[in-house]
Every structure is written in structure tokens, then in C-alpha cells.
């Protein structure tokens, strides 16, 4: 079982980022927690409602959630969103890591991205999700949600204030891309990501011989 950690910087960010990869994770027994490292307080909607909307979400995917305190617009890659975001790592106990990726035209996305990857220094799998308002992205790993891409869509209408206002969290907007992304990964739907470290394990699963394959030895009957 992989224990997960996905990160945003607003609200609704990890669900059209990796929500559909998310949901892929909970279907294989894997534990997710969703970090939103602000309150998303100069979008739409208020930040109590924007709390309750993200919560909705995450019950959605079955995935936990860490509330950040920093505030939308104003973060920066320094010592203490570092530590917000390692001591999320600590409580997620993660091996892999979902994150923005580093081009990108909101200042938020580009922050949290970089303090990830101090944060995730001695991390063996970090990725980059695109945002709406990533700048570059050349995905060489892709997830197929198939199977997930309703569930996906279900987190993001939890976000009603976004959905709402925004023609970003438009269903046929969230579809046309995941297909966009399948058409790349020869798959129905994918989410696509780059990849900032991403180490594959090998090594054969431990298996436990079954007790007839258990050697046997004679006991030995003292003279």
C-alpha cells in the first residue's frame, strides 16, 4: 500500500490537477491525503464556504484533508511554507507526492511547487500536475482514470462557489482534457504529469511460502 500526499494551493486545485489519480489510488487500497495550503481567500466565494466545499471534496474522493494557513496570493517559497508542507509530509507518512508544476503564471502555484521540492528533498516520487494556468508542460507520465473520471468530476461539483464563476471547473472542459491526455497515453482518459524524481521499485513483493512448502526437519530423540 502507497500512502499518498497531493498538494494544492487553493482549493479545487488538487481536483482538476490529479483528482481523477486520486480517486485511481483509493480504488487500490492506497491512503491519500490532500494538502490546501491556503484558504483560497481572493477567489470567488468565502473562505468558510470555500473550507466546507473542500471538505465535501475530499469526502468525495475518500481521501483525508490538511487545512493550510497561509493566505491566496500572498505565498512564498520560504522557511515556513517549507515546514507547512514537510510537516504534512510527516503526517501523511508519503512516498508519493502530487504537486503544481513549476511554470506557471499564478504566483501561488509557482511557490507552493518550489517549496515542495525542498520540502520532498529526500522524497522518492514527486510529479507535477498541470493547472489551467501552467504555462509549460511536456508530460512524460500518465494515469489512466478510465474508471475514475465521474469521481473526478464529482469532487470538482463540490466546488459549487468555483464551478459557479469559473469556466476552468466546466465538466466538458475537465472531460476534454482528460481525453486529450488519454489520446497521449493510448488510453480513454489519463491525467498527465512531469516528473521532478520518480524512482520505480523493482524488487519482487515478499512473498511467504505456503506451509506445505515449509521445510521440515526430524526431531532429534536424545539416546
Known sequence: MRSVLAIG????????????????????????????????QNGPGLVDGRRAEAEAAARSLDCGLIWGSLVDCAVSPDAATVA?????????????????????????????????LSATRHSRRILHYRSPSTTRFEPTVYVDISAHLDRKIAALACHRSQVESSAMVDPEVV????????????VRFAEAYMPARFVW??????VLPMRSEMPVYAAQVAA
Open 84 to 116: 507547512l508542507i514537510e510537516q504534512a509530509i510527516r503526517e501523511a507518512e508519503a512516498d508519493v507526492v502530487y504537486v503544481h508544476a513549476p511554470d506557471d503564471s499564478h504566483q501561488d502555484h509557482r511557490a507552493v511547487a518550489a517549496a515542495t
Open 9 to 40: 494551493a487553493h482549493p479545487d486545485d488538487i481536483e482538476l490537477g490529479c483528482g481523477g489519480t486520486l480517486a485511481a489510488h483509493r480504488a487500490a487500497g492506497d491512503k491519500v491525503t490532500m494538502l490546501v495550503v491556503t484558504g483560497g
Open 175 to 186: 472531460a476534454a482534457s482528460a481525453r486529450h491526455f488519454g489520446a497521449q497515453a493510448r
Open 201 to 206: 521499485d523493482l524488487a519482487p513483493p515478499l
